[in-house]
């Protein structure tokens, strides 16, 4: 069971910028796809899930922001990031699960984004 991520970096206040999580393996576990985040100093806190089916659920912090969205054929999850602020700033971990409840089953290697003028 792999994740791995991809589309992390610098950008300004503002700016948009768009995260993948590949997954591989055994793959039936994956029914929700997904995104933690840990900024410096604080916990990790969910920024987005989505089921097989289409079914999404937001962070507090990132709703109306964000958008995840997922390609099965491709068993490829996404996370356009826009309107990004400083408070963003975080390294973002692909996560994905069995049910939307344990979503945070298997575990990606992080990707950093900063945002910062």
């Known amino acids: 069971v792999q994740l791995q991520a991809f589309g992390g970096g610098l950008v300004q206040p503002g700016g948009s910028l768009r995260l993948s999580c590949v997954a591989s393996?055994?793959?039936?576990?994956?029914?929700?796809m997904g995104w933690y985040r840990q900024a410096p100093g604080q916990q990790r806190e969910l920024v987005a899930g989505?089921?097989?089916?289409?079914?999404?659920k937001y962070g507090d912090a990132v709703k109306g922001r964000f958008t995840i969205s997922r390609d099965n054929s491709k068993n490829t999850a996404y996370l356009q990031m826009n309107s990004l602020k400083s408070d963003d700033t975080a390294v973002y971990y692909c996560?994905?699960?069995?049910?939307?409840?344990?979503?945070?089953?298997?575990w990606g290697q992080g990707t950093q984004v900063t945002v910062s003028s």
């Open positions: 989505i089921t097989r089916i289409g079914q999404a």
């Open positions: 996560v994905a699960g069995r049910a939307m409840a344990a979503m945070t089953e298997y």
């Open positions: 393996g055994y793959i039936s576990n994956f029914f929700v």
